[in-house]
């Protein structure tokens, strides 16, 4: 079993930064598939914000083009989401997720909320 856990997220005004770490609970990283970021407005799909494979491509949504970076620290069992430029669009309940031979697993999610 896989336990993610994700920190960082709170209230940023527009413009501001915020990066984002999702833990695991045991080293996994030698073993993905992929992992990434996704988000969630009530009410809406959750929607992919950005991935990254096992060898390192990243893929990112439109609207994030730029402004976000997914990283991975092997060492720390941690994965990141750098985020600058924060709009109020971008407001939501982030998760981490990981995909590995085993099966997929996700964090419990951490709220972003970007206003004045």
């Known amino acids: 079993q896989v336990q993610l856990v994700e920190s960082g997220g709170g209230l940023v005004q527009p413009g501001g930064t915020l990066r984002l770490s999702c833990a695991a609970s045991r080293s996994i990283f030698s073993s993905i598939n992929s992992m990434g970021w996704s988000r969630q407005v009530p009410g809406k799909q959750r929607e992919l914000v950005a991935h990254l494979t096992f060898g390192g491509t990243t893929t990112y949504r439109d609207s994030v083009k730029g402004r976000f970076t997914i990283s991975r620290d092997n060492a720390k069992n941690t994965m990141y989401l750098q985020m600058n430029s924060l709009k109020p669009e971008d407001t939501a309940v982030y998760y981490c997720?990981?995909?590995?031979?085993?099966?997929?697993?996700w964090g419990q999610g951490t709220q972003v909320t970007v206003s004045s």
């Open positions: 997720y990981a995909r590995l031979f085993s099966g997929e697993y």
